[in-house]
């Protein structure tokens, strides 16, 4: 059984986490993984062959957040008439601004579809991307990318803009980022926050898996 890639992905990432580097280690190992494909001129699909039960861990990894949404579920439903509101329009702000965005810099049809579920988590992303036959690669890669981002840089931006409720810290996380930016509140043992991540990107990704198969389909 060809273990190479996730020997190589473990270790890298109890190494970085060990030195606690400033840098994001999903940046930190993904750059260390490319490189040394590169210079090694290893074949990305014998990588990824079998580091791809780490891709499947996801999913647990997200249901095992959802205790905190559990602990904390009576915030949730005080706060349920701004709750759905918020996550509908969040869904539908991430999907039309990933459109025009991607319009603007001259993308095909294909590419743009594929980069739409970028705010929704890595396993109903790539499923969003099968049922529309998007590149399952590009949307990898760009939900990704969106998670580090919110996970690195979302409490400092929402710091910056004197956001300080707890729920609607963790909701606009969630929407956002999904679940790395969840893993964020979590790591900071903001339980509310937690919660309100959680749920948020359990809503979203199913508002998602609804509303860009009609997209584009109507388009």
């Known amino acids: 059984m060809n273990l190479f890639g996730l020997v190589l992905t473990v270790i890298l990432f109890f190494i970085f986490k060990h030195f606690n580097l400033k840098i994001p280690i999903i940046i930190s190992v993904g750059v260390s993984i490319i490189l040394i494909l590169k210079i090694f001129n290893i074949d990305y699909a014998k990588y990824n062959e079998s580091a791809n039960i780490l891709s499947f ?10 205790y905190p949404m ?7 439903l005080t706060n349920k008439r701004a709750l759905y509101p918020s996550l509908f329009l969040a869904t539908i702000i991430a999907i039309i601004s990933t459109y025009f965005c991607a319009k603007f810099f001259g993308a095909d049809f294909k590419v743009i579809i594929s980069m739409l579920p970028k705010s929704t988590t890595m396993p ?6 099968k049922l529309i036959e998007g590149y399952s690669e590009l949307t990898a890669v760009v939900v990704a ?6 996970g690195a840089f979302g409490h ?16 606009a996380l969630g929407s956002a980022s999904h679940v ?4 964020a509140c979590a790591d900071r043992k903001k339980d509310k926050q937690t919660a309100a991540s959680t749920i948020a990107l ?4 199913l508002l ?9 389909n109507y388009y």
Not at 70 to 76: A, F, G, P, Q, S
């Open 156 to 171: 400092k931006i929402l710091k910056l803009l004197k956001i300080k409720n707890d729920i609607s810290i963790g909701l």
């Open 57 to 66: 861990l996801i999913a647990p990894a997200t249901i095992a957040l959802a």
């Open 208 to 216: 998602s898996t609804i509303i860009i198969p009609l997209l584009k």
């Open 70 to 76: 559990y602990k904390n579920y009576h915030i949730l």
């Open 124 to 129: 109903i992303a790539l499923e969003i991307s």
């Open 202 to 205: 359990i809503i979203v990704g």
């Open 180 to 183: 790395i930016g969840t893993a």
């Open 145 to 150: 990318l969106t998670g580090v981002f919110g």
